[in-house]
């Protein structure tokens, strides 16, 4: 993984995202068109020329992944389709970060501190997410916490 470590080279990204959808996104190819709206979205405009940066840790990569074998997840799944594998492809075009910025205690979850340590250290203005425990926190550092459509919204989508 440290192979693939990028150096962070701009004091604060336009839009950076991570933790978009992680229980879900991997089965994005694989949805009915119902369920893309607005992860589907945030995805087809990340993948765009002129995107925005995808923010994500090991320890982020790792959760995905491993949340990608629930069968509540799979069953979202084309049964041909390997959802890690599509999943490592958007981990190639992130922006990984070395996972060296240590938060705790933000929100009552603390699981999700990872994903708030990760916007720090990738310099993120935004973590897009549905988790109500990160919601609720609104706001990290300067970095603002939103719901998919809130972001798709800023986007101008």
């Given at each position: 993984m440290d192979r693939m470590l990028k150096a962070n080279t701009v004091k604060r990204r336009t839009h950076s995202l991570f933790r978009q959808g992680c229980h879900y996104h991997a089965a994005i190819p694989a949805m009915k068109q119902e369920l893309l709206e607005p992860p589907g979205r945030i995805i087809e405009r990340y993948l765009r020329p002129d995107g925005f940066t995808l923010v994500l840790?090991?320890?982020?990569?790792?959760?995905?992944?491993?949340?990608?074998?629930?069968?509540?997840?799979?069953?979202?799944?084309?049964?041909?389709?390997?959802?890690?594998?599509?999943?490592?492809?958007?981990?190639?075009?992130?922006?990984?970060?070395?996972?060296?910025?240590?938060?705790?205690?933000?929100?009552?979850?603390?699981?999700?501190?990872?994903?708030?340590?990760?916007?720090?250290a990738g310099r993120a203005s935004f973590v897009v997410t549905g988790d109500p425990h990160l919601l609720t926190a609104g706001q990290y550092e300067g970095i603002r916490i939103v719901n998919p459509r809130a972001f798709l919204d800023l986007l101008g989508s």
């Open positions: 840790s090991e320890a982020i990569v790792e959760e995905v992944l491993r949340t990608l074998e629930y069968p509540k997840v799979r069953r979202y799944v084309r049964r041909d389709l390997d959802s890690a594998l599509w999943f490592e492809d958007l981990v190639v075009l992130a922006e990984l970060v070395s996972g060296t910025v240590q938060v705790s205690g933000v929100t009552t979850d603390p699981d999700d501190d990872k994903y708030l340590a990760a916007a720090v």
